[in-house]
C-alpha cells in the first residue's frame, strides 16, 4: 500500500467526500468528519497556523488530522509546537487500512518531532493507545468542578441517572432540598479562608498588561502555549460570542486574567440540559491564582450558570480550584507528548509544572 501526506486542498474535495461517506455508511464511532468544502486560504496567522493534512492512497483520502502549528514554552525555550487534532482513519472501520494512523503520526514526527494531543477520551480508545505504541507520554489532565445551582445540577447530571433507582435518589435528594445541602456544605467547608478584596473588568481583547503577567508566570511553568497578547487574541477570538474575557485587578493593578465559556447544553450525555461556564484559561502572577479562580467564579454566577468546571495540570492552578471548594472528578481529558517533547519535559517529575488546559488544541470546540 503506497500512502502519502498531503496538505488538503481544493482538489481533494471529491476525495473527502467519498471519504467521509464511506465512515457514514460503516456507522464509524466519531462525533467529526473532514470538511468536504476547502477554503482557498488557510486558517493562518503570523504566530498561528492552522490547515488539515490527508493520507491518500493513490487519489483516495484514507485518513487525515487537523494540525496547529504555534510558538510553545518547552522547558524554559519558545518552540514552534505542532498540536494534532481530530484524526481520522478509515482503519476504524476497514482493517484493510489499520496502517494508514500508523504512517500518519510516524511522517508527522519526521516533520516536527515536537507534537501533542489533548482531549482523546479514554485512554483504552485508539488513538491513546497508538500513540503509547509510539512511545509518547499520555497523562491525564485532572477535571475539577464547582455546583452553582444545585437542584439543577442533580437534576440533569446523566451519571446520577443511569437508571431507574438512581433517577428516583436524585430527584428525591433534589426535590427535597437534602442533596443541594449537602453538596452547598461541602463546598463551603472545602474553601480555605476568603480571598483578598480584588476587582474585575471584562475586556474585548488582550493587551500589554497580559505580556506582563506572562513575563513573570513562565517562570513557574515548564510547557505552556505562549501566552503573549498576540498569540491570546488568536486563540480566543472576540467573534466567539460565548467566550468572553475577564481581567483581575488588586491594587490598581492587572494581576491574572481568565478566558471563560458558556454552554447551553440539550439532552446532553454528561450535562443534561444544564448551562455550563468552563475556565478554559488563565494565568495570574505566582500566587494569585486564587484571586483569578475566585472573580472568574463571580463573573460566570453573573451569567447564571448551573455548573463550574475547569480542566488544570500546573500545581498552584490545582491548588487554588481546591482552595476554591472544588470536587474533583474523573477525567478523560488526556495530554500527549511525542517522545521529543517528554525528553524536554520528564512529566514523571514536571507534570506539576505543566500548564495544560481546555484553552488549548480543540478543547473550545468540544465545549
Known amino acids: 500500500m503506497q500512502l502519502r501526506l498531503e496538505i488538503l486542498g481544493k482538489e481533494h474535495e471529491s476525495a473527502t467526500r467519498r471519504f467521509n461517506a464511506r465512515l457514514r455508511a460503516a456507522r464509524a464511532p466519531v462525533d467529526f468528519f473532514f470538511p468536504e468544502t476547502v477554503s482557498v486560504v488557510a486558517a493562518g496567522f503570523p504566530l498561528v497556523s492552522k490547515r488539515y493534512y490527508v493520507v491518500l492512497e493513490g487519489d483516495e483520502v484514507r485518513g487525515g ?84 445551582r444545585a437542584s439543577q445540577f442533580i437534576r440533569n447530571l446523566q451519571l446520577l441517572r443511569r437508571n431507574s433507582f438512581r433517577r428516583l435518589a436524585s ?9 443541594p445541602l449537602m453538596i452547598y456544605a461541602y463546598q ?5 479562608r476568603a480571598i483578598p478584596a480584588a476587582s474585575y473588568d471584562r475586556v474585548h481583547r488582550f493587551d500589554g498588561w497580559a505580556d506582563e503577567i506572562w513575563d513573570v508566570a513562565r517562570r513557574e511553568i515548564s510547557f505552556s502555549i505562549e501566552h503573549t497578547s498576540t498569540v491570546l487574541n488568536v486563540l480566543f477570538p472576540v467573534k466567539c460570542e460565548r467566550l468572553s474575557r475577564i481581567r483581575i485587578i488588586v491594587d490598581g493593578v492587572a494581576v491574572g486574567w481568565a478566558a471563560l465559556l458558556i454552554s447551553n447544553f440539550h439532552d446532553h450525555r454528561h450535562f443534561g440540559e444544564m448551562r455550563v461556564g468552563t475556565i478554559v484559561d488563565g494565568m495570574a502572577f505566582p500566587r494569585y491564582e486564587r484571586h483569578v479562580v475566585a472573580a472568574a467564579l463571580r463573573a460566570l454566577s453573573e451569567d447564571s450558570v448551573d455548573l463550574v468546571i475547569s480542566n488544570q495540570t500546573h500545581e498552584l492552578w490545582q491548588n487554588a480550584f481546591r482552595g476554591a471548594g472544588f470536587f474533583t472528578a474523573r477525567s478523560t481529558f488526556l495530554l500527549g507528548l511525542s517522545r521529543k517533547l517528554s525528553a524536554e519535559i520528564p512529566i514523571s517529575s514536571e507534570l506539576r509544572r505543566i500548564h495544560v488546559n481546555r484553552a488549548d488544541g480543540d478543547g473550545l470546540s468540544t465545549l
Open 188 to 192: 463551603a467547608i472545602n474553601a480555605k
Open 65 to 148: 488530522a487537523y494540525l496547529q502549528d504555534q510558538p510553545m514554552l518547552v522547558g524554559g525555550t519558545v518552540c514552534n509546537v505542532r498540536n494534532i487534532q481530530s484524526p481520522l482513519s478509515e482503519g476504524i472501520v476497514n482493517s484493510k487500512y489499520s496502517s494508514v494512523a500508523l504512517f500518519m503520526m510516524k511522517e508527522l514526527e519526521r516533520h516536527n518531532p515536537f507534537l501533542y494531543s489533548i482531549g482523546m477520551g479514554s485512554e483504552l480508545n485508539r488513538y491513546p493507545r497508538l500513540l503509547k505504541a509510539l512511545g509518547w507520554t499520555v497523562a491525564t489532565v485532572p477535571l475539577f468542578f464547582r455546583v452553582r
Open 171 to 179: 430527584d428525591v435528594s433534589a426535590y427535597s432540598g437534602l442533596g
